[in-house]
Nanobody, 128 residues
Framework: QVTLVESGGGLVQAGGSLRLSCTAS????????MAWFRQAPEKDREFLAA????????YYANAVKDRFTVSRADAKNSVYLQMNSLKPEDTAVYYC?????????????????????WGQGTQVTVSS
């Protein structure tokens, strides 16, 4: 079992930045694919970014690829989402998710059903 804990959400003005963090409880975190999703009120959960354990380019949703950056620090069992140029439409609950399969890769990383472990979410509110 893996426990994920997000932090770093809050209230920010449009144009501002936030950095979300997600820390995993498992020592084998370094082989996990980690992802960020968000869910706005009355909307489906939306993929944002994913990063594999073996390096290579992270995956990004088109809607955020020019503003958000995902990174990881395996020594800290942590993954981060740097969010810049925030807009009111970025308001949502942000979740990190983990897939422990070291071979997990490809376009399937965008599907929330591929991630068995989820954090509790952190609220991000962007005011206009």
């Amino acid at each position: 079992q893996v426990t994920l804990v997000e932090s770093g959400g809050g209230l920010v003005q449009a144009g501002g930045s936030l950095r979300l963090s997600c820390t995993a409880s498992k020592r084998t975190f370094s082989t996990y694919t980690m992802a960020w999703f968000r869910q706005a009120p009355e909307k489906d959960r939306e993929f944002l970014a994913a990063i594999r354990w073996s390096g290579g380019s992270p995956y990004y949703a088109n809607a955020v690829k020019d503003r958000f950056t995902v990174s990881r620090a395996d020594a800290k069992n942590s993954v981060y989402l740097q969010m810049n140029s925030l807009k009111p439409e970025d308001t949502a609950v942000y979740y990190c998710a983990a897939n422990p399969d070291a071979s997990f890769r490809g376009t399937v990383v965008v599907y929330e059903t591929e991630y068995p472990y989820w954090g509790q979410g952190t609220q991000v509110t962007v005011s206009s």
